[in-house]
């Protein structure tokens, strides 16, 4: 599949019913009323087998502004189902929700809004099912960096028909400025960040929202699919805990806790989900999602509610740390007891929620996860395989990989904000997994820019299930300073060094396919040609299918 997408020919090959056939009627004076007026297009998410909520942004003039909807069995509107209005203005950023409800359950509508003088875009979204359900496919997203490339596998994502529902696990946008990450990539390919500096202020969180969401392949994938999500780190700022985050400094950014409620404000607004009882609230976001009798999925938020502050491997080892202080440090730093990663009223959500799965006898336990699980140690890299890189002090990742090889010297986790830096938190989640009777969970993750397949053992070395890792849509993997041979390298000595590593590779860009049936799931790890243009072609760089054997999930072959 090779195709080019830009803003101005988005709608032209809509209404050409070459892309998308639901907006086979739009014609283009329509079409750039809507732009004009709905330029951030439409969305949908946030479902249950009754209700589904809607979002738009409509253009900000003046004050209070007044928006129509309306919900329809077909893409021309000739079965209107439901319709209303909605008032909108500065105080929620002029973006417009609206959580319908009556709704069938498994069935697929149509919708669209209006402020009077234009239409948007038309919408297409699903409820989910009830009783018997034979197959659920998700399309899994994460990492989608604005100038860090093109959003292809948004693109790629919406091309699909046979998605059910999008799953986006975090790193929806980025904090940084156009001088920070991923900055001079951005001012290559005409993508820098909106507004140039870092954000902070409700304002700033606003303002790239808004620049994420225009983005042509946003849009259509929006548009196209229902959106299941669940922020990760960059959403506020790099690796947040309950009193801080590494990448906000309270000297001269302020205090910590308006930059944090200013980013889940901005998150409620211009993400369709369904609002918080309160704005005190809006961090305690997870959810149970019910597919019939095939799948539930239960939503971890391991950002803001429960995290204890992150070690630093600096702040307690040194290179001439020896073999015993590298190991008291394992054991009483790394291991201590009481680092939590969720709140126990999260906890106790999920109790509930894997009793519930149990009982139903759904046969696939999925859990969207914001980073990864598995226990991840970095092998040993002090050989002539990395003597470019080792040898080079010119070497532009020579430091990157001097810090890999000394943890490779120590058999050390290779991140620290992972559940790898939490190893106390991650027995605590085993546990309730083991409480509940579940071996077989198949966790869904996000955060590290690299594909995985991993088994998930608890302390005890009983199997909890299998972890699949979806790549970023546009951030790049972090051996990808090293060149292809060398991050190759890596990723296959991460496999052979890990027991709990099947494999991985974080070269490619793209995102994850998952279909569910009753005997067996497909994971199917997509790669995109390129992210640096938007003629690219889309190959799928490895399937595997997982069964079910003896209360735990194996991979066939």
């Known amino acids: 599949m090779t195709v080019r997408l830009t803003r101005r020919s988005l709608v032209q090959g809509l209404a050409a019913g070459g892309l998308l056939p639901w907006w086979v009627g739009l014609g283009m004076p ?12 439409v969305a949908s998410g946030d479902p249950t087998d009754h209700s589904v909520v809607l979002w738009t942004r409509v253009r900000s003039e003046g004050g209070a502004r007044r928006v129509t909807w309306t919900l329809a069995e077909d893409p021309a509107f000739t079965q209107v189902l439901q319709k209303g209005a909605v008032q909108t203005g500065p105080e929620q950023d002029f973006t417009v929700k609206v959580l319908v409800a009556g709704l069938a359950p498994g069935h697929r509508y149509f919708y669209r809004f209006n402020d009077g003088a234009a239409t948007s875009l038309v919408g297409r979204t699903r409820t989910l099912p009830v009783g018997s359900v034979a197959k659920l496919t998700l399309a899994v997203a994460s990492c989608s960096n604005y100038p860090f490339g093109h959003f292809n596998g948004y693109d790629a994502i919406a091309r699909d028909p046979a998605v059910d529902v999008v799953l986006h696990l975090g790193d929806y946008l980025y904090e940084y400025g156009q001088d920070g ?9 005409g993508r820098a960040h909106e507004p140039s500096w870092e954000i902070l202020s409700l304002a700033d969180y606003r303002t790239r929202h ?7 392949a946003s849009i259509l994938m929006h548009a196209a699919h229902p ?22 400094q309270p000297d001269s950014e302020g205090p910590w ?12 607004e211009w993400m369709p989900l369904r609002d918080a009882v309160s704005p005190e609230a809006r961090a305690d976001y997870w959810r149970h999602f019910r597919f019939g009798d095939l799948a539930s999925l239960v939503s971890l938020e391991t950002r803001h509610t429960g995290r204890a502050e992150q070690i630093d491997y600096r702040q307690h080892l040194s290179e001439t740390s020896d073999a015993a202080a590298i190991e008291a440090f394992r054991q009483t730093v790394l291991a201590a007891p009481g680092r939590r990663m969720m709140p126990a009223r999260q906890e106790a959500f999920l109790r509930d929620a894997l009793k519930e799965m149990v009982k ?38 020579k430091a990157h990989w001097d810090g890999l090889a000394a943890l490779g010297d120590a058999n050390l986790p290779i991140y620290l904000d992972t559940w790898d830096g939490y190893p106390w938190a991650r027995q605590r989640f085993y546990d309730l997994l083991t409480g509940a009777g579940v071996a077989d969970a198949l966790v869904l993750t996000g955060d590290s820019h690299a594909f995985w397949l991993n088994a998930l053992f608890d302390d005890r070395g009983q199997a909890r299930g299998l972890e699949l890792g979806t790549t970023g849509i546009t951030s790049p993997g972090d051996f990808a300073a090293f060149g292809p041979e060398l991050g190759a390298l890596i990723d296959q000595r991460l496999a052979d060094h890990n027991p709990e590593v099947l494999w991985t590779d974080n070269i490619p860009r793209g995102w994850l396919k998952v279909t569910l049936e009753r005997a067996q799931a497909t994971a199917e790890y997509l790669a995109l040609s390129t992210v640096t243009g938007t003629n690219y072609t889309q190959r799928v760089h490895k399937r595997v299918v997982l069964t079910r054997e003896g209360g735990t999930l194996k991979v066939a072959g």
């Not at 808004?210 to 042509?216: L, N, S």
């Not at 700022?237 to 590494?246: F, L, R």
């Not at 996860?369 to 890189?389: G, T």
Request: net charge negative; charged share 20%.
């Open 360 to 397: 139903a006898e759904r046969p696939w336990r999925l859990l969207a996860n914001q980073i990864p699980m598995a226990r991840v140690h970095v092998p040993p890299l002090r050989d002539e395989a990395f003597a470019a890189v080792s040898s080079s002090p010119e070497h532009p990742a």
């Open 257 to 268: 806790a308006p930059r944090r409620a200013a980013s889940l404000q901005a998150y409620y």
């Open 227 to 248: 959106l299941i999500a669940i922020w990760d780190d960059h959403e506020s700022a790099n690796n947040p805990w309950q009193g801080g985050a590494e990448n906000h």
């Open 210 to 216: 808004g620049q994420y969401k225009a983005d042509p």
């Open 181 to 189: 990450y991923g900055g001079a990539t951005g001012a290559r390919l």
């Open 30 to 41: 329509a079409a750039a009323a809507a732009e004009a007026a709905f330029g951030h297009g």
